[in-house]
């Protein structure tokens, strides 16, 4: 089944304590995202990758990390998490670019205490 | 002016009645431009992209006004399981997508 998976997909955690989440998709998608969204603030972009090794800043990067070491992989690392990183978070992926329709995965919900 | 702008809502509508909103961008130059679906707390999924000349995909209709900067989005005999927020969706500057806050849909038995 063509997909988008987030791991964990719920985690509470405290400030400072590094976490990662997991996107994968098995679609051989060149272009992935992470996206969060807020009460009243809509989607935002964090990250996007054009493909392996090409990652760039999207709207909203600060406190965010992201990698692109294999083409199926897209984590996001947040180093040092803050409450208002507080969110729910989805990874997205699309065959060539943002011009095309995006494929969600089922959002990973983030508490920062 | 925001990238993209929807009237959040909700739209109480009755089943079987007719809703219709729209969203307004602001880069004319976009040229790509979505309709997303989103459930309560799930993941956006596409409903229909929205071509220059419209396009219909059996109740729903969307519209494209280049001329006014906007799209639109219309239900037809409006269903229950067409509850939902719709997202619009066009492309923002630097070739990124820019996502509407949504409208929120209620159909009422």
């Known amino acids: 089944e063509a997909q988008v998976t987030q791991n964990p997909r719920y985690l509470i955690t405290v400030t400072g304590k590094k976490l990662t989440v997991t996107c994968s998709q098995n679609m051989n998608h060149e272009y992935m995202s992470w996206y969060r969204q807020d009460p009243g603030l809509g989607l935002r972009q964090i990250y996007y990758s054009m493909n392996v090794e090409v990652t760039d800043k999207g709207d909203v990067p600060e406190g965010y990390k992201v990698s692109r070491k294999e083409k199926r992989n897209f984590p996001l690392i947040l180093e040092s998490p803050s409450p208002n990183q507080t969110s729910l978070y989805f990874c997205?992926?699309?065959?060539?670019?943002?011009?095309?329709?995006?494929?969600f995965g089922p959002g990973t919900r983030l508490l920062v205490l | 002016r925001k990238e993209v702008e929807q009237d959040p809502g909700p739209f109480n509508v009755p089943e079987g009645a007719t809703v219709a909103f729209n969203c307004t961008y602001s880069n004319s130059a976009s040229q790509s431009f979505f309709w997303y679906r989103q459930d309560c707390r799930k993941e956006p999924k596409l409903l229909m992209s929205?071509?220059?000349s419209g396009n219909e995909d059996g109740r729903f209709t969307a519209q494209l006004n280049r001329a006014s900067q906007y799209i639109s989005l219309l239900i037809r005999d409006s269903k229950l399981s067409d509850s939902a927020t719709y997202l619009c969706v066009v492309t923002g500057g630097n070739n990124r997508l820019a996502f509407g806050k949504g409208n929120q849909v209620v159909v009422i038995p």
């Open positions: 929205v071509y220059s």
């Open positions: 997205a992926s699309s065959l060539r670019d943002d011009q095309e329709t995006q494929y």
